[in-house]
């Protein structure tokens, strides 16, 4: 299952890419997130690796990001896979002369129910993924200049 989704930020596309790319700011703005392990190479910069659990209700789920490309502020390329669904990830930063268009392009590919989830249960993901960018977008647009 592929979809596309963007959202709009009211700041320059440097201070966007900056707040996204430090993980310092992840539990801000994805609140689920209840741990962050690097496990391989450095954090951000390709092929390496990091391991994130989250809180879903009550119990966890644990997924591992692999960064498969960065050519920021122009965009970066990420894989996520957890049991049953693997999740390729495209963030592409658009420049919108001092304001930031995110778009994110996502790619699913499920295994057993996962794979049914994704063919029965498409606008989920979708709507998902635009709460979490919203999410993002709140804490960008939220932050003062000098709190970067």
């Known amino acids: 299952m592929k979809y596309s989704v963007h959202v709009d930020i009211k700041r320059p596309r440097d201070e966007v890419v900056e707040l ?6 992840l539990p801000t703005w994805q609140p689920d997130l209840i741990e962050l392990e690097p496990i391989a190479g450095i954090p951000g910069q390709p092929d390496s ?3 994130l659990v989250y809180r879903m209700g009550k119990r966890e789920m644990e997924m591992i990001e ?4 960065r050519h ?3 965009r970066i ?13 495209v963030n592409r930063f658009e420049d ?5 268009r995110w778009h994110a392009d996502n790619e ?3 295994t057993g129910w996962m794979k049914l989830m994704t063919w029965f249960l498409p606008g989920a993901f979708r709507k998902e993924s635009l709460k979490t960018m919203r ?9 003062s200049p000098d709190e970067r």
């Open 20 to 25: 996204f790319d430090n993980p310092d700011h």
């Open 49 to 51: 690796q990091v391991r």
């Open 66 to 69: 692999t960064v498969l490309e």
């Open 72 to 74: 920021l502020p122009e």
């Open 77 to 89: 390329a990420m894989r996520f896979e957890t049991s049953g669904m693997s999740n390729q990830m």
């Open 96 to 100: 919108l002369g001092g304001s930031t």
């Open 108 to 110: 699913f590919i499920g």
């Open 135 to 143: 999410r993002f977008k709140k804490f960008v647009e939220s932050r």
